[in-house]
Structure formats: C-alpha cells, structure tokens
C-alpha cells in the first residue's frame, strides 16, 4: 500500500552514503570503531546486539564487544568504559540496555563520554538537544526525523502529538519535533481522554510497548502515523498502531516489523561516523 512507508528503502539508500563515507575515511587511515558493551541474559538484547553487528560488517564499521556474564561489577564496567573513553582507536561506546539488576545503570551511561556517547543517552547530550544545540542524537528519534524528513513535509505550525515520555524516544522525538517548529503534545500514562490529543494529531508518534493502543477512531484523517511500539504477540512483533483497520485513514504510516526499528540501527551507524569524522 502507497501510505505504508517504505523504510527499508530509505535506509538502503542512506547505507550507500554512509558507505561511501565510510571508505574516505579509511583511505584517510580513520577506521570508525564501536564498542558494544552487554551485560544481561536478556534474548530481546542478544538480538539488537546482533543486528548491530550485522550492520557494521555491511558498513565496514569495526564491532569490538564485551559480552559479560553475571559476575561483573559495576566497578569493572566503569574500568572498562574508562578505558574505552580513552582509547583514540574507538569512536562509540554503547552499553545495551537493561544492565544486570545488580549494576548501578545511571552511574554506568553518565561514565560514557559525551564524545562518543553514540546512543546519546548523556544526560550532556540530551541537555544540547534540549537547547536545540549541535549533538549526538539518539538512534530512535533520529532515525524517526529520517523516516519523517523522507516525506517532504514541512513540520512548521503542525499538530505533533508524541504518546510515551521516555528518555529513549519519547522526550528526545518531542524535542526534536519542537525544534522544527511543530506544535508538540507529550501524552504518557497519567494522560486523560488520550483521545482528545490523538484526533488533532497532524503527527502522531507513539512510543508506549502496548499492541493496538491506537484505533482507528483516534487519528485525524490524513495523518502521519510513526509506530515505535514493539509487541511480541503469539510469536509475531506489532507495533502501537491498530494498522489494519488504520491504514485507508492515515496519509502516511511506518510499518511493524520494518519500520523505525531499521532506522534505529542505521542511526546508531550514522553517529559512529559522525564521531569518527572529529578525528580528523
Ligand atoms: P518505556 O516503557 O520507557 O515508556 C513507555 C511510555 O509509554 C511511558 O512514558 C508511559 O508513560 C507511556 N504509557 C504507558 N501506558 C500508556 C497509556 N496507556 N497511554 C499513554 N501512554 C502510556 O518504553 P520506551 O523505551 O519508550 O519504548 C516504547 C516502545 O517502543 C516499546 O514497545 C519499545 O520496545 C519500543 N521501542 C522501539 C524501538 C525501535 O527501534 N523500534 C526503540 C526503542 C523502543
């Protein structure tokens, strides 16, 4: 369907740029390299890690990882970032989350340098994107700007309304809305009559973890609808959205699986060769 955005496209063609990119650099001896932290059993995490590697074989991006088990203290993961942070040959350093129960996970992130904080987790880089400073962006609301900027439309004076207020996706989108001078609602858990927000949404992206939260009788005709969510539900993903039934009232809408979960991964590749083009 023509409304169902085409992200793997996108992010094809964002990949042959950024290999393009990539091969200067090395021919400028700079060999972009990410440092891949995971400290859990968690599958969901085992499989990120693994698309991530994926990706940076196809970029020739270096993938070096420390896989721990639960014996590792909060301790050796600060030595092992501090390390990292001082090792020039490394560009991103990325701590999958959730850690360990046990690991202290603020102290852990706010150890990453802001420098190569790739996921852009920091509270120095969230505090930039804030003031609509130059930063490193994280992966999901950057890779959202893409999917949305690949539409050509103008956001000035729009209707964004974002559904989640987390420090992932949901208040770094609604900044990044704001700086592009939308007129953006955050609607969370607490929110009454989420209705009210969703029906004048000219954007709507919804970041929350629960399956069809959103329905038809909730959009706006002619929307642009950016699904985060991901729900495993009897062994297939959904997304947030209620797609079938939303899909002839919206002008635009990503799909899930292969939607903003691709541009996520594209993303954190974008910023590594970011980080990496400051050696020069
Ligand atoms: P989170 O649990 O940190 O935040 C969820 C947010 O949803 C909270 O702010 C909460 O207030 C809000 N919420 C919960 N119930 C609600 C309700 N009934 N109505 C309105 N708001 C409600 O989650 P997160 O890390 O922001 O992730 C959100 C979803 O996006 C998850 O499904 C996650 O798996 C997915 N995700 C996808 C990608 C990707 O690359 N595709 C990346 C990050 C997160």
């Given at each position: 369907m023509q409304n169902i955005i085409d992200v793997k496209s996108i992010v094809n063609e964002s990949k042959e740029k950024l290999k393009i990119e990539i091969d200067k650099l090395k021919k400028e001896n700079i060999h972009p390299k990410l440092a891949v932290i995971l400290a859990n059993n968690d599958s969901a995490s085992q499989i990120y890690v693994n698309k991530k590697r994926k990706m940076c074989e196809e970029l020739g991006i270096i993938d070096e990882e420390y896989i721990l088990d639960e014996s590792v203290t909060t301790e050796k993961m600060l030595e092992i970032i501090n390390k990292l942070n001082k090792?020039?040959?490394?560009d991103g350093i990325l701590v999958q989350l959730?850690?360990?129960?046990?690991?202290d996970e603020k102290l852990i992130l706010n150890t990453i340098s802001p420098q190569k904080d790739v996921d852009g987790f920091h509270p120095e880089n969230l505090g930039r994107l804030l003031i609509g400073e130059d930063t490193i962006v994280s992966c999901t609301p950057k890779g959202i700007m893409k999917i949305i900027d690949s539409l050509g439309e103008?956001?000035?004076?729009k209707n964004a309304v974002v559904i989640g207020r987390s420090r992932i996706v949901g208040k770094p989108i609604a900044c990044l809305l704001l700086n592009r001078n939308a007129t953006v609602t955050i609607c969370h858990s607490?929110?009454?009559?989420?209705e009210n927000y969703t029906k004048n949404a000219d954007i709507l992206i919804v970041a929350v973890?629960?399956?069809?939260?959103?329905?038809?009788?909730m959009i706006k005709d002619g929307a642009i609808v950016i699904d985060v969510g991901i729900n495993r539900i009897d062994g297939k993903i959904k997304g947030d959205v209620d797609t079938l039934n939303v899909v002839d009232k919206v002008k635009y809408i990503t799909p899930v699986?292969?939607?903003v979960g691709l541009t996520t991964v594209l993303s954190l590749m974008e910023n590594v060769v970011e980080v990496a083009k400051r050696r020069k």
């Open positions: 090792d020039k040959s490394v959730p850690v360990f129960s046990h690991l103008d956001l000035t004076g607490k929110t009454k009559n989420l973890g629960k399956a069809s939260l959103v329905k038809k009788e699986p292969g939607g």
